[in-house]
T-cell receptor, first 117, second 114 residues
Framework: AQKVTQAQTEISVVEKEDVTLDCVYETRDTTYYLFWYKQPPSGELVFLIRRNSFDEQNEISGRYSWNFQKSTSSFNFTITASQVVDSAVYFCALSEARRGRDDKIIFGKGTRLHILP | DGGITQSPKYLFRKEGQNVTLSCEQNLNHDAMYWYRQDPGQGLRLIYYSQIVNDFQKGDIAEGYSVSREKKESFPLTVTSAQKNPTAFYLC?????????????FGPGTRLTVL
C-alpha cells in the first residue's frame, strides 16, 4: 500500500535560515511519482515539483531544492535563505503508475512551516 | 487566464441541509477530483472523474454525491447523510488519469455546518 510520512508536524525558523522538510514514502511499485505542494494561508494548493522514480537527479529551482533518494525512500525539500513568504503548509505526495488502474495521489499530513522575521 | 474556480469561498449551512459546492475549470483537463481537508490533516479523496458522465468513489465518499455532465464542471453535493461535513473542500483537475499527471487545485471552499 502507498503511504507518505511527513514526520515534522510544525517547524519554525528565523528568516534567512535554511530549512529542510522531510518526506518518506512507501510503495510496492517500481514506477511512481512524487510531488511537493505548498498551501499558503489562502488555502489553495500550489504545485511545486513532480519527480518520477527513474530520475534521481536532485533538482534546484531558485531557493528551493529537492533531494530524492530511492535507497532511503525519501524525497526531502530544502528552502535556502528562507523568507517570511515561505510560511505555509507543505505537502509531499505519491502516485503509483500502474497500467490499467486509475492513479490517485496520496498526500502526507503536511508540515507547517513558520518563518519568523 | 486558465484555472480552476470554486464557489463560494465560505459557505454556512444548517445541519440536515444538502449543499452543493461548485468547481469549474477552463484548462481542458479530462480528470477532476474532490478532496476534503480537516485541520492538521492531509487531503482525503472524496470522488474523482476521468471523463464526462463517469466518476468513481474515493476513500471517503459516504455522504457525498457528484455529477460530471460537462467536462468543465464537477459539482459536489454534501448531503445530510454526511455526519461531520464541516471542513475545507478542494477541487483539482489534471490532464488525464492515464498517467499520474500533476493535479492543479482551486482556491477551496470552507464549509461550516451550524
Amino acid at each position: 500500500a502507498q503511504k507518505v510520512t511527513q514526520a515534522q508536524t510544525e517547524i519554525s525558523v528565523v528568516e534567512k535560515e535554511d530549512v529542510t522538510l522531510d518526506c518518506v514514502y512507501e510503495t510496492r511499485d517500481t514506477t511512481y511519482y512524487l510531488f511537493w505542494y505548498k498551501q499558503p494561508p489562502s488555502g489553495e494548493l500550489v504545485f511545486l515539483i513532480r519527480r518520477n522514480s527513474f530520475d534521481e537527479q536532485n533538482e534546484i529551482s531558485g531557493r528551493y531544492s529537492w533531494n530524492f533518494q530511492k535507497s532511503t525512500s525519501s524525497f526531502n525539500f530544502t528552502i535556502t535563505a528562507s523568507q517570511v513568504v515561505d510560511s505555509a503548509v507543505y505537502f509531499c505526495a505519491l502516485s503509483e503508475a500502474r497500467r490499467g488502474r486509475d492513479d490517485k495521489i496520496i498526500f502526507g499530513k503536511g508540515t507547517r512551516l513558520h518563518i519568523l522575521p | 487566464d486558465g484555472g480552476i474556480t470554486q464557489s463560494p469561498k465560505y459557505l454556512f449551512r444548517k445541519e440536515g441541509q444538502n449543499v452543493t459546492l461548485s468547481c469549474e475549470q477552463n484548462l481542458n483537463h479530462d480528470a477532476m477530483y474532490w478532496y476534503r481537508q480537516d485541520p492538521g490533516q492531509g487531503l482525503r479523496l472524496i470522488y474523482y472523474s476521468q471523463i464526462v458522465n463517469d466518476f468513481q468513489k474515493g476513500d471517503i465518499a459516504e455522504g457525498y454525491s457528484v455529477s460530471r455532465e460537462k467536462k468543465e464542471s464537477f459539482p459536489l453535493t454534501v448531503t445530510s447523510a454526511q455526519k461531520n461535513p464541516t471542513a475545507f473542500y478542494l477541487c483539482a483537475s489534471s490532464i488525464s488519469t492515464s498517467t499520474p499527471d500533476t493535479q492543479y487545485f482551486g482556491p477551496g471552499t470552507r464549509l461550516t455546518v451550524l
